[in-house]
């Protein structure tokens, strides 16, 4: 089965740095992709780990600990706009996501 | 990455009535994924649909009441039946997108039973 852990909700300020942390337990992995989504939109893609270490585009990185079944995500330099929710989604050996329940992330002036 | 169209955008259903959301992609894909999102919560996968063949469903969600087709290799829908106010919810498709680029969603389905 899949259990996902990520906290429900982190507020910062703008030009703040947030690590938004995932546990997870999957019967078999194949990856973990992040997406941000906004209210009343479809999820956007934002980073995919599939090895060990750190991945970084932009504003965003994300980690992965495949041993550990660890991933958080790191948004820098904040802006209003990044006000979302952020889903952590492990993938199973067949390639299907299951998502975490998500991360409100709150970014006040 | 794929370009998915999905249809229609929200409906208002009476109970016990079926409605069937579509997506269109824009390129041959071999598999699509089928969610549900209820108020507030984040994604639960419905089921997986192989051009060819029938449908996989996730534990909790069965053919009777979310039918699948899958014709063709850029096409499929979903049906969502004999409707009750539960089945309130945003309904996504997905298609895995070239190289890393991750999963594309269509732009949702909100329905709401009344």
């Known amino acids: 089965g899949q259990n996902i852990d990520q906290p429900t909700e982190m507020t910062a300020t703008e030009g703040a740095i947030v690590q938004i942390n995932c546990t997870y337990q999957t019967s078999g992995f194949n990856g973990l992709f992040w997406y941000q989504q906004h209210a009343g939109e479809a999820p956007t893609f934002l980073s995919y780990?599939?090895?060990?270490g750190l991945e970084e585009k932009g504003r965003f990185s994300s980690f992965l600990s495949r041993s550990k079944g660890y991933s958080y995500l790191l948004l820098k330099e904040l802006q209003m706009k990044d006000s979302a929710s952020y889903l952590c989604?492990?993938?199973?050996?067949?390639?299907?996501?299951?998502f975490g329940a998500g991360t409100q992330v709150v970014v006040t002036p | 990455s794929a370009v998915i169209s999905q249809k229609p955008s929200r409906d208002i259903c009476q109970r016990g009535t079926s409605l069937t959301i579509q997506c269109q992609v824009d390129s041959q894909v071999t598999m699509m994924f089928w969610y549900r999102q209820q108020p507030g919560q984040s994604l639960t996968l419905i089921a997986t649909?192989?051009?060819?063949?029938?449908?996989?469903?996730e534990s909790g969600f069965v053919i009777d009441k979310f039918p699948i087709s899958r014709p063709n290799l850029t096409f499929s829908t979903l049906t969502v039946s004999n409707m009750s106010p539960e089945d309130s919810s945003i309904y996504l498709c997905s298609v895995e997108a070239q190289g890393r680029g991750g999963y594309t969603f269509g732009s949702g389905t909100r329905l709401t039973v009344v």
């Open positions: 989604a492990p993938t199973d050996s067949w390639g299907k996501l299951q």
């Open positions: 649909a192989n051009q060819g063949s029938e449908a996989t469903y």
């Open positions: 780990n599939v090895l060990d």
